[in-house]
C-alpha cells in the first residue's frame, strides 16, 4: 500500500470519521402551479389525457406532471414547458385496463412523488375504452332522490359524457310537468367520450312542492329530447 495511502487509513480508524453518503436534497418549491383540467372525479376513457391550468413564477418556466397509480406505481411522468401564465399538455397515457383510481401531481421538473412536495395534485380514474358505457349518458349525484331542498336556488351536480357539442339541458319541473326553471349546461370535455363532473343552479321561482329535476340532451340525429337521468326532490321554503 503506498505511504500516502497508509497514511490516510490510519487517520480515519484513530479519528473514528466515517464518510457521509450523498443526500439528493429535495427540491425547492418556488411559484405555483394549479392544475384546472381534469377536474377531480373524471373518468378518462379516451387514449390520450388533455391538461390544462395556470403556472407561475416557476423555475425555467418548467416543471413535471406525475402520474401515480393505487399501489404507488409510477403511470407516466411528463415534462411541461410553459412560458406563459397558462398552459395545456395531451398525453398519451397508453393505459387500456380497468379503472383504477390515479393522483396526478404536479411537481418541480426535478421531483418526484411521493417523496417530494408537489405544487398541485388532481384526483381522476384511468379507464380502457372497452369499460366506457355505450353511447350518451349522464347522472345528477346531488341533491338525492326524495331529498328536500328550498331557498331562492339550490345547487345541483352531476356528470356527463357523450353530449353533442358537450352541451345538455338542467331543467327543474313541477308536479304537473310544468318547467320552474331550466338552463343549458356547456361542459369542458375536449374528447367528449370521458365521463366529467358538472355544477350548476336552479331556481325555485317560490314553488313549493313535489318536483323533478331533470338532465335532458337534444339528440343531433332526429332532434328529440331525451332524458339521462332524473332525481324527484321536494322544494321547500327552506331547505329541510
Known sequence: MPARTLVMTMLLIFCGCTV????????EITGSVDIVYP???SIIYAEQLFLSGTASDIPGDTFALQLIGPDGSVVG???VQT????WQVEIPHGYSD???EVNIFAVPEAGNI???VDYDVATIVLAGQTYRPEGVFGSIVSPSEGSAVGGDTFEVNGTVSGVFENTFTLALFDAEGNVIDSKSVTVFNPYFTDEVPWTDELATNSYVGA????VLYVSPADG???ALDEVQVTLEEQAG
Open 20 to 27: 457521509a453518503p450523498q443526500v439528493t436534497p429535495t427540491p
Open 39 to 41: 377536474q377531480d372525479g
Open 77 to 79: 411522468r411528463y415534462p
Open 83 to 86: 412560458s406563459a401564465r397558462e
Open 98 to 100: 380497468e379503472p383504477i
Open 114 to 116: 411521493p417523496s417530494d
Open 211 to 214: 318536483a323533478a329535476i331533470r
Open 224 to 226: 328529440s329530447e331525451i
